[in-house]
């Protein structure tokens, strides 16, 4: 047994994958949770994730545009495009997890409110249950579109990564009080249009805690201290195995990528080693 209480034997693990609940998650038990219970998001790209997501009780399954780096190779979240959310939004849905599976709308793809619905529509086609775009204010009216239609709206406010080129880096949002008012006003039209949370990203713990408090609606929070009702991750960095950056409001245990180039340099290390 490793330090995770973890064995291996003929391919099954000693970990007892029923031990969670047996509920689906709705975007209604995620609101539930509200001051009650935290939220634990993470991000999930394709079918085995989702299964080990699922494994692990995660009530809330993002299809984040993260993808575009930490599958995908791209230098940001601005190269991704709606073709490629869909063909990892279907992997993630084959694995019918409880958790809900939200989607990102991915940049350029909300643009008006017609076309906001329309790549709603084909990311839920493919099996999302809901959907995440990018802005508050300035997005309303593609918000509105979206919900009046049915679809379950996860909001995100604060670093915006879609307008990572724009801004120049990943800034704290939120530290002086022209934008503190900003996100509060954000943060407030989201909840009055319907969305079911809210994701904050990179804001000012401070500002994160005040607006958790003043929304009806529960805050999911990425980067913005624990004032939130949930947390969201991208997985690979709680894991350790983002090959290239590691964000600063991540620890991970261990850097499981480490002991992954171990194990493959110990299973290439033993074909030559048989050939001696
Ligand atoms: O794309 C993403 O992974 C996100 C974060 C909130 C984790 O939007």
């Not at 634990?40 to 494994?55: C, G, H, I, S």
């Not at 995660?58 to 993808?67: A, F, I, N, T």
């Not at 909001?155 to 724009?166: A, K, R, T």
Request: glycine share 10%.
């Amino acid at each position: 047994m490793d330090e995770w209480g973890f064995t291996l034997e003929h391919n099954r693990s000693s970990i007892d994958y029923f031990e969670v609940s047996e509920i689906r998650e709705t975007p209604q038990t995620i609101q539930q949770r509200k001051g009650c219970e935290p939220i634990a998001a993470l991000t999930a790209y394709d079918y085995p994730m989702a299964k080990l997501l699922d494994a692990a009780g995660v009530p809330l399954l993002l299809v984040g545009d993260s993808l575009g780096m930490v599958v995908l190779g791209y230098p940001d979240t601005t190269h991704v495009t709606l073709d490629e959310m869909e063909h990892h939004v279907r992997a993630v849905a084959r694995s019918k997890p409880r958790g809900l599976i939200i989607a990102d709308l991915p940049f350029k793809s909300y643009e008006t409110s017609q076309q906001a619905l329309s790549s709603a529509q084909r990311l839920i086609d493919a099996g999302a249950e809901g959907v995440k775009a990018e802005g508050g204010l300035v997005i309303l009216s593609q918000v509105e579109s979206i919900i009046s239609a049915g679809i379950p709206f996860l909001g995100h406010i604060g670093m915006l990564p879609q307008s990572v080129v724009e801004e120049g880096g990943y800034k704290v949002k939120g530290c002086d009080s022209v934008q503190e008012e900003e996100l509060l006003a954000d943060a407030l039209a989201l909840d009055q249009a319907g969305a079911f949370g809210l994701v904050l990203e990179l804001v000012n713990a401070h500002v994160a805690t005040e607006i958790t408090d003043k929304v009806g609606i529960p805050t999911i929070g990425i980067g913005s201290g624990i004032g939130c009702d949930g947390q969201i991750l991208v997985t690979t960095d709680l894991l350790g195995t983002s090959p290239d950056f590691i964000p600063k409001h991540v620890q991970p245990e261990q850097l499981l990528r480490d002991r992954m180039i171990g194990m493959l340099r110990v299973w290439k290390e033993s074909l030559t080693n048989r050939k001696q």
